[in-house]
């Protein structure tokens, strides 16, 4: 029995992006569901149970940021936000509203599908699964026996090491920015000491990248927080 298509919402009052995305689903797994504007949107994603939400920032009658808001009081379905709105400031915003993800447009059809794959994996019931061990490439981490290898070779991490990579692994592929690093690992009050997770991840890079200012796990999103790859 052929199993119902993943449902993808995409909230956007652009028609260009709404056929653009339309095209590029076409012929796979997924189902798209579109809506013009927030209201629409939410109450798309009352009744169609989507698995990740595509919204756009600049609706007609809602800000995305609200949007977000508002979905974050009753769900934790994955939001990827894809907007023109390329400031560093504008993507903090949306990832301290409770956002995912953030794709500046124009943005390619492979790395918005790899981003949804992404947020799909990390989909579980009815919010966010939180994935305890990653294996990528030679680097495995196990957030809860705190085992760390590096191509087979045991590394030894400090407590805040340990902290920082594993609130990375919990969301690989996704970005986490400077605040939510700070306030998890340090505490609430730490949230403007940047300059404590710049001293340690470098140390914590020192540790697991070849070449520390060309990482190839822990990529930098400039002005925003940082990302682990994901595959």
Not at 5 to 30: G, K, M, N
Not at 71 to 78: F, K, S
Not at 158 to 175: C, F, M, N, Q, R
Request: charged fraction near 30%; include cysteine; glycine fraction near 6%.
């Amino acid at each position: 029995m052929r199993s119902d298509p993943t449902v993808i919402l995409v909230i956007d009052d652009e028609p260009q992006i709404r056929r653009f995305l339309r095209a590029s689903l076409l012929d796979t797994a997924y189902r798209l569901v579109e809506a013009e504007d927030g209201t629409s949107g939410m109450r798309a994603v009352a009744t169609e149970n989507p698995a990740v939400v595509l919204l756009d920032l600049g609706l007609p009658d809602l800000d995305g940021l609200e949007v977000t808001r508002q979905l974050r009081e009753w769900t934790q379905v994955p939001i990827l936000v894809l907007s023109a709105r390329g400031q560093e400031a504008d993507k903090v915003a949306a990832l301290d509203a409770g956002a995912d993800d953030y794709l500046t447009k124009p943005f390619s059809v492979k790395e918005l599908m790899a981003r949804v794959r992404v947020a799909l994996r990390r989909r579980g019931g009815d919010g966010v699964r939180e994935t305890p061990i990653y294996d990528c490439d030679g680097l495995y981490v196990n957030v809860a026996t705190r085992e760390v290898r590096l191509n087979g070779n045991e590394l030894h991490l400090t407590p805040i090491e340990h902290k920082i990579l594993s609130l990375l692994v919990k969301h690989a592929g996704l970005v986490v920015t400077h605040r939510q690093l700070l306030s998890e690992v340090w505490g609430p009050a730490y949230v403007d000491e940047l300059h404590y997770l710049r001293v340690f991840m470098a140390q914590l890079r020192q540790k697991i990248e070849a070449e520390p200012a060309r990482p190839r796990w822990i990529k930098t999103e400039t002005g925003v927080g940082y990302r682990l790859r994901a595959e």
